[in-house]
């Protein structure tokens, strides 16, 4: 017998074409891939290899925090305190480096510093039940507080020893390519597979999509919360440990702001705001597509101001644009 | 031997008592229609047997075997499962993903553990065909109906091989068609020898698919008695209090 519902689902057996062009990631993508076709016709020094190098190594500082980002919002939450956790771990580096520590060691203090912050979110909104967005809004403020507390809001420029290290990690390159990219390159490759194939993966789509059913399947929510804004806080303390390799300086107004961009290139990367949905891809290709607005403005002269008009726009529309796909199912 | 038998259960929260001195058994393979107004100790019933709550006084067996549940997942090990009423299932992930929801089979690759999605396909197949559901393990629960939603509420009940399944309005705000759906699978369950506690409002559905029914009025049993000799104007009497008991 066949009912109504057997036709409605057989259409659903899609070729993975179909299924492609559903995916938000997909259309973003091909609006990345646009905007640098146009820029390449537009402008010679756009493909040149200098600015390749730049955009690439500019993006990933970006694209790394928000693949952390994609996590805490597609288990139903928000950090808006990534950017502060840029600083604090970058001033933490800097001081001990310029203290005379050698760079892991410093390197572990700051990322420590940075997984401290995500441990107190992480706490704060699963155990005390604090809506997210309060929590990391009063992180935001104490942890760039503790930075300048920490750095007597003055600049560091000499690292120490191990000075010439921290400039190459962040700011070098390896054939041809940024240090950073590297990194992006492993951290993204890694998620996408531990977001599909592990349990934490899996349980943190479940909290997102409906964290009630997660708590009934005896999974441990709360535990698993801390976690999540933890990795979060670490994306953001590695990008902090690279920006102040990449910048050879650190003042306390770094990643001022940066948490809007992340959360920019994780929502065009598909990544719901309501929960239960995101992917790595997505916000790597969101940060991308960014970085080549920000990039385009530049090369084509039009002011910078300009800027958040376009991201503005493209956070928009891809939203609007994943309503509208919903609508017609 | 019975399946489950409650013997002199009571439970007070304070000063409110809302069970009192309920006794009731149920044989393998039997569905219980369980009913009462708003209020009337169903739920807190349904809590006991789950696990969430322990009697004030009374005693609860499985199979001949005095049980104490401290913790829902007590209540689990010796194969008592709940369908909630909102399903609590997880909209975004697929009707596998929802079956082995905080239960997923790992494989291992070297030191890496990894989820057996091949498995978890072919198991919850093999559990939506027992059922007799047009559901396919990988399509998303949001895309599903009503029924459907059942079916995966349920398969996952089976997945340990319960005792007792115990149903909480399974088909409140559904479809007349999918309604029809849903009591299959309380039959299936039956037939498979699982015991159903089945609460609900609706009395066509206690009617049409239990084997006995309970009724609770004010924390009190005031009938217990197998679905023929009773009636739904009967039923209906005993839970407004305008038939005493019976």
Redesign the interface.
């Known amino acids: 017998m066949t ?1 109504l ?2 036709i409605i ?1 057989n259409s ?1 057996h899609d070729s993975w074409f179909a299924r492609l062009k559903n995916l938000q990631v997909f259309w973003v993508f091909i609006a990345a891939v646009l905007a640098c076709l146009a820029l390449s016709l537009m402008t010679d020094a756009f493909t040149s290899d200098r600015n390749l190098f730049n955009v690439a190594r500019n993006f990933a500082f970006v694209a790394i925090i928000a693949i952390g980002m994609t996590a805490v919002i597609a288990s139903g939450g928000i950090d808006l305190s990534v950017g502060s956790s840029v600083v604090l771990s970058a001033m933490v580096i800097s001081v001990a480096m310029a203290s005379g520590m050698g760079f892991w060691l410093s390197a572990g203090l700051a990322l420590g510093a940075a997984l401290l912050v995500g441990l107190l979110n992480g706490i704060l909104i699963a155990y005390a039940g604090m809506p997210a967005f309060v929590v990391t809004l009063g992180s935001l403020s104490a942890a760039r507080s503790l930075a300048m507390v920490l750095s007597d809001n003055k600049m560091i420029w000499e690292f120490g020893p191990d000075h010439d290290l921290l400039l190459w990690i962040g700011g070098g390159s390896t054939l041809g390519f940024p240090h950073p990219l590297y990194v992006l390159c492993v951290l993204a490759v890694v998620m996408s ?1 531990v977001f599909r ?3 934490w993966g ?2 943190l ?2 909290i ?3 964290e ?3 708590v ?4 441990p929510v709360r535990r698993l919360k801390v976690s999540i804004y933890m990795f979060s806080a670490m994306t953001a303390g590695l990008a902090g440990i690279l920006m102040a390799g990449w910048l050879g300086s650190v003042t306390t107004n770094l990643g001022q702001g940066m948490e809007l961009t992340v959360i920019a290139a994780a929502v065009i990367g598909g990544a719901n705001l309501a929960g ?2 995101g992917n790595v891809l997505g916000a790597v290709v969101g940060a991308l597509l960014i970085e080549v607005i920000r990039n385009s403005l530049i090369l084509l002269g039009i002011s910078t101001f300009w800027q958040g008009m376009f991201i503005g726009t493209f956070i928009i529309v891809a939203v609007a644009f994943d309503r509208f796909r919903n609508m017609r ?1 | 031997m019975s399946r489950l038998v409650f013997s002199g259960i009571s439970k007070n929260f304070g000063a409110i008592q809302a069970l009192s001195d309920v006794s009731l058994s149920i044989e393998p393979g039997e569905v219980l229609g369980l009913m009462g107004d708003n209020g009337a100790g169903k739920s807190t019933l349904v809590k006991i047997i789950a696990g969430n709550f322990r009697p004030s006084a009374g005693e609860l067996s499985i199979d001949g075997k005095s049980v104490v549940f401290h913790r829902p ?1 007590d209540a689990q090990r010796e194969g008592v499962e709940m369908v ?1 009423q ?1 399903l ?6 697929s009707a596998a ?2 079956v082995f ?4 089979p ?1 494989r291992r690759f070297g030191p890496i ?3 057996d999605y091949k498995r978890m396909n072919t198991v919850s197949a093999e559990l939506f065909k027992q059922l007799k559901s ?1 559901t ?1 393990p990988r ?1 998303l629960v949001r ?1 599903m ?1 009503g029924g ?1 939603r059942q079916a995966v509420a349920i398969a996952r009940t089976l997945l340990s091989e319960p005792k007792i399944v115990m149903m909480d309005e399974p088909t409140a705000a559904i479809s007349v068609r999918q309604v029809a759906e849903v009591l299959d699978l309380i039959r299936r369950l039956r037939d498979r020898g699982i015991s159903v506690i089945l609460i609900s409002h609706r009395m066509p559905d206690i009617f049409s698919v239990s084997d006995k029914i309970a009724v609770l009025r004010r924390g009190r049993l005031v009938c217990r008695k197998p679905v023929g000799a009773s009636s739904p104007e009967e039923v209906t009497g005993l839970i407004t209090g305008a038939i005493d008991a019976a």
Do not use: K, M
């Open positions: 009912t519902d057997d689902n659903r597979l194939w592990t349990r899996q349980h789509f479940a997102g999509g409906n009630n059913a997660a009934l399947a005896g999974i239960g949905e199912r | 997942i909630y909102d609590a299932l997880a909209d975004n992930l993903s929802n929801l905080g239960r997923e790992l553990r990894y989820i047009e396919r399509q895309r109906s459907q």
